[in-house]
């Protein structure tokens, strides 16, 4: 496929290659994560949320998570602090909207605070998320410039 | 503490929301040391496409998807919202206006960034600015009157984010002012008092010892003092208007904001606490003018008082986080106050906006202390308008389905306060059903009621009230300073318990099922549901 380019807001910046993992509707934060919250779960990251018909039962584990945002219980910045303690965080969130603040808090917290950090670009556009497709490969660059295909 | 002491301590002058229906075993699962996850994530390769997950998932954790905003329509299909749920739309930004953006900081801030009072307080800095210019903040403002922590679940997948509050603690860091925070999520005393519901309470929230060690340190008062209504003036962290705080809880943002006057955007857990800390926020969104202009007119043109819960959850689905400047609703203000003895009106509708949306302020015309002083200048000059009249009220109560699994059995059930009584409601729900019990010759209600108020509100109550208060707690009327929302997500609640309930907030969260006043008290005396109802 042609490679297409689109300009984000790096959040958290950082490069890095890896496969697209989409999500068309919001990605429920809390909602995705149970077996990893509830169940032990620590080699993989299942995605619980059975309304999520792209996602579910997939592995979000290191993934480049594509959605518009995140959305869910208030409490989902615990999740996103919770995830990178287990190991099973996605590599990055590339988000077509603008970021939100359920993972925006976590994320920013555990960045600074734990010194982990989940790559994040938001503002991508629309046209970003109907462009990429789950498996496409993805270079973000530190600059906010995701490259799809 | 005495009553209405809170404030006055005070050195200076904001759905879901919470999520509870855990039990989480998370201290059983291998916690890999920093470096190994850190490692771990950084050569993680994409796991696209593929199916992974070998653990079952405990049945306790079922209901964990109903959430404050779940992003889709009741068709199932996404709604395309998008809601930062801080109270500020961003729908319009683009990136590179986005990039742009960089917060002014005063020379002291930056003394706190460059380190010079501390490590610890140096990191909450850099996180406050990189959130700050994340939403577009200007500047940091300074906090006044005292902030509401929504922080109460003391479950381990949170066991990260109470570790740091732990380090600030052990840092000597403290709120600026005592604070407030939500209710427990659970009541061993009254209401959960057996030994199953134990048993899953002190192995799911166990990290709460924790959590309230970290809430002592940092500056809360005793458990008393929990609730969600921290505005209530029996407990009275009720800052001027005009003030700006810190506020997590979407039902206290909602107020606060609202009747209140006070400004502070829809703080996330962790978020409300940090700035707490620092005694500073980030200002852009409801902190703002511009930000608290509002996108919606809603005409309610109902024939009678309307269902101030269906009504609130009406705007909620249709506003979404923007702001609605509502009209129609004076005449149920005398001479257009908010007092003691009506602010549970505004607490009904305003919670359902917050938890069928993520609205964090709201304008009746004439009432609240934004609309009294600017009135229809508050409506941006391309607002759109909502009319909510019998028919369109009546729709919104039709969306409440029946999703009890047994849809015909009777309940077991009352759920009265969320958010929590004020010592009006307290008053009146006593009278209703003490009343109506009389009426009917008998002692008892037939199933259990449940009255969610903060401690101080049931003192005031037993010493201003006591033969009622009496009469109630043998017509089975047990008052509890608890979460009723987090009950109703316990393990199995829904097969054991068919609740009914006056709040449409809970509702939304729940299973619960949503009714009028007059016809919740029927229900309670005869532990029947009215035909028709």
């Known amino acids: ?149 | 503490m005495k009553r209405r002491e809170f404030c006055k301590g005070v050195a200076l002058v904001p759905a879901s929301g919470a999520l509870l229906s855990s039990f989480p075993r998370l201290a059983d699962a291998a916690t890999p040391d920093a470096a190994t996850a850190g490692k771990a994530a950084a050569t993680g390769s994409s796991q696209a496409g593929k199916v992974a997950g070998s653990k079952t998932l405990p049945g306790y954790a079922e209901n964990f998807l109903t959430s404050d905003m779940d992003g889709l329509g009741p068709d199932g299909k996404p709604t395309g919202i998008k809601a930062t749920f801080t109270g500020a739309s961003q729908a319009n930004a683009t990136a590179e206006k986005a990039m742009a953006h960089k917060m002014k900081l005063t020379r002291e801030e930056q003394a706190i960034l460059d380190g010079k009072e501390g490590e610890e307080k140096a990191k909450l800095m850099k996180i406050l600015v990189q959130f700050g210019n994340t939403f577009g903040a200007d500047e940091l403002v300074d906090l006044g009157g005292a902030p509401h922590s929504n922080m109460f679940i003391g479950a381990p997948y949170m066991a990260s984010m109470i570790r740091m509050l732990d380090e600030c603690a052990k840092a000597g860091l403290k709120s600026y002012a005592p604070y407030t925070v939500n209710p427990r999520p659970y009541d061993v005393y009254k209401v959960q008092n057996n030994a199953k519901d134990m048993e899953m309470i002190y192995e799911g929230y166990s990290s709460q010892w924790d959590l309230d060690y970290v809430h002592a340190r940092l500056g809360a008062p005793d458990l008393n003092y929990r609730t969600c209504a921290c505005y209530l003036e029996e407990v009275g962290n009720a800052p001027e208007p005009g003030t700006y705080v810190a506020w997590a809880e979407s039902s206290a943002v909602n107020y606060g904001n609202s009747a209140l006057g006070i400004r502070t955007n829809r703080n996330g857990a962790g978020m409300d606490l940090l700035q707490a800390m620092l005694g500073k926020a980030p200002k852009f969104g409801l902190m703002t003018d511009e930000g608290r202009k509002a996108k919606w007119l809603i005409e309610v043109k109902t024939s009678k008082e309307p269902d101030w819960g269906a009504i609130g959850t009406a705007i909620g689905r249709k506003c979404v986080e923007d702001i609605p400047y509502i009209t129609g609703l004076e005449k149920y203000f005398e001479g257009g106050k908010v007092t003691a003895d009506n602010l549970h009106l505004l607490k009904a509708m305003g919670s359902a906006t917050a938890s069928s949306g993520a609205v964090g302020l709201y304008h009746v015309e004439g009432v609240t202390p934004d609309a009294r002083e600017k009135g229809r200048d508050l409506l941006v000059n391309d607002y759109q308008t909502y009319v909510i009249d019998d028919k369109e009220q009546a729709r919104i109560i039709s969306t409440f389905e029946n999703l009890w699994p047994d849809k015909d059995a009777d309940p077991t059930a009352a759920f009265i306060g969320c958010p929590h009584n004020s010592y009006h409601e307290v008053i009146k729900w006593g009278k209703l059903v003490t009343e109506a019990l009389d009426k009917a010759g008998k002692e008892e209600a037939a199933i259990p009621v449940y009255m969610f108020m903060p401690n101080p509100v049931r003192d005031r109550a037993i010493e201003e009230h006591g033969e009622l208060i009496s009469r109630m707690k043998q017509a089975g009327m047990h008052a509890t300073n608890m979460c009723g929302v987090s009950y109703a997500g316990m393990k199995g609640f829904s097969e054991r318990v068919r609740g009914v309930t006056n709040s449409a907030k809970t509702r939304n969260y729940s299973t619960l099922r949503y009714f009028p006043d007059e016809i919740l008290v029927q229900t309670i005396v005869t532990g029947k549901i009215p035909r028709g109802a």
């Open chain 1, 1 to 149: 496929m042609a490679k297409k380019t689109f300009k984000g807001r790096p959040v958290l910046s950082g490069k890095l290659e890896g496969k697209a993992l989409v999500s068309k509707q919001p990605f429920n934060l809390t909602g995705s994560y149970l077996k990893n919250m509830f169940a032990g779960e620590t080699a993989t990251a299942p995605c619980t949320d059975s309304t999520n018909k792209e996602l579910h039962e997939k592995d979000l584990k290191g993934a480049i998570i594509c959605t518009p945002q995140t959305v869910g219980s208030t409490m989902g910045a615990g999740t996103v602090m919770m995830c990178s303690e287990l190991g099973v965080q996605p590599q990055a969130w590339l988000f077509s909207s603008h970021i939100d603040s359920i993972s925006s808090g976590g994320l920013i917290m555990d960045d600074v605070w734990n010194g982990k950090r989940v790559v994040t670009i938001d503002l991508l556009g629309d046209e970003f998320l109907e462009a990429v497709k789950t498996g496409d490969p993805i270079a973000i660059h530190e600059d906010g410039t995701v490259e799809v295909g």
